[in-house]
T-cell receptor
Framework: NAGVTQTPKFQVLKTGQSMTLQCAQD?????MSWYRQDPGMGLRLIHY???????DQGEVPNGYNVSRSTTEDFPLRLLSAAPSQTSVYFC??????????????FGNGTRLTVT | AQKITQTQPGMFVQEKEAVTLDCTYD???????LFWYKQPSSGEMIFLIY??????QNATEGRYSLNFQKARKSANLVISASQLGDSAMYFC??????????????FGAGTTVTVRA
């Protein structure tokens, strides 16, 4: 019972490099999302998807791209890494949007450092 | 816009005692859901408890209970009989019902709880 799987767990990038954070879920959840966690700020929504082929921006989308070609996968791309993107990134999913009693199921996070 | 406020950055509690973590929220959505998550030092986010805005009774899950006061817009988490394993960061979060609020969970800044033996 894997749930939400994120890879890698840790990553160090140089400024200007690009990379993709992977996220996969095996619960057939419609809704998937990416959050970043910074000290004292809780978690902030970067991008989300309500189904395959449908994505939209969250609160802090600049510098990130997403796509959703399958129900299971929701990768997050950093186009040109900046030190301000140093953070812990969480992928999360839930059965459906439009259902405010659905808790999010989180992956274990990716700790990203940009030097 | 939705907003969650957790005013206690850190708290200490003696083992076996109860602790209350404060959470206030602001929303204009007609219905909404309130959640609490635990984040231990290992970093994963663990769902603890849920309260719906129209639920008549306060939610309980084992040693966790939610003191929901709708008129005051507060949703405090009570952990009874604290254990050393309860030491963690705790987040209050809300999901709305209208437009963008329906799709995102808005989080407070978190409260760090340290349980002393």
């Amino acid at each position: 019972n894997a749930g939400v799987t994120q890879t890698p767990k840790f990553q160090v990038l140089k400024t200007g490099q690009s990379m993709t954070l992977q996220c996969a879920q095996d619960m057939n959840h419609e809704y998937m999302s990416w959050y970043r966690q910074d000290p004292g700020m809780g978690l902030r929504l970067i991008h989300y998807s309500v189904g395959a082929g449908i994505t939209d921006q969250g609160e802090v989308p600049n510098g990130y791209n997403v796509s959703r070609s399958t129900t299971e996968d929701f990768p997050l791309r950093l186009l040109s890494a900046a030190p301000s993107q140093t953070s812990v990134y969480f992928c999360a999913s839930s059965p459906a949007a439009g259902s405010n009693n659905s808790p999010l199921h989180f992956g274990n996070g990716t700790r990203l450092t940009v030097t | 816009a939705q907003k969650i406020t957790q005013t206690q950055p850190g708290m200490f509690v003696q083992e076996k005692e109860a602790v209350t973590l404060d959470c206030t929220y602001d929303t204009s959505d007609p219905s909404y859901g309130l959640f609490w998550y635990k984040q231990p030092s290992s970093g994963e986010m663990i769902f603890l408890i849920y309260q719906g805005s129209y639920d008549q009774q306060n939610a309980t899950e084992g040693r966790y209970s939610l003191n929901f006061q709708k008129a005051r817009k507060s949703a405090n988490l009570v952990i009874s009989a604290s254990q050393l394993g309860d030491s963690a960061m705790y987040f209050c979060a809300m999901r709305g019902s209208r437009g963008f609020n329906d799709y995102k969970l808005s989080f407070g800044a978190g409260t760090t709880v340290t349980v002393r033996a």
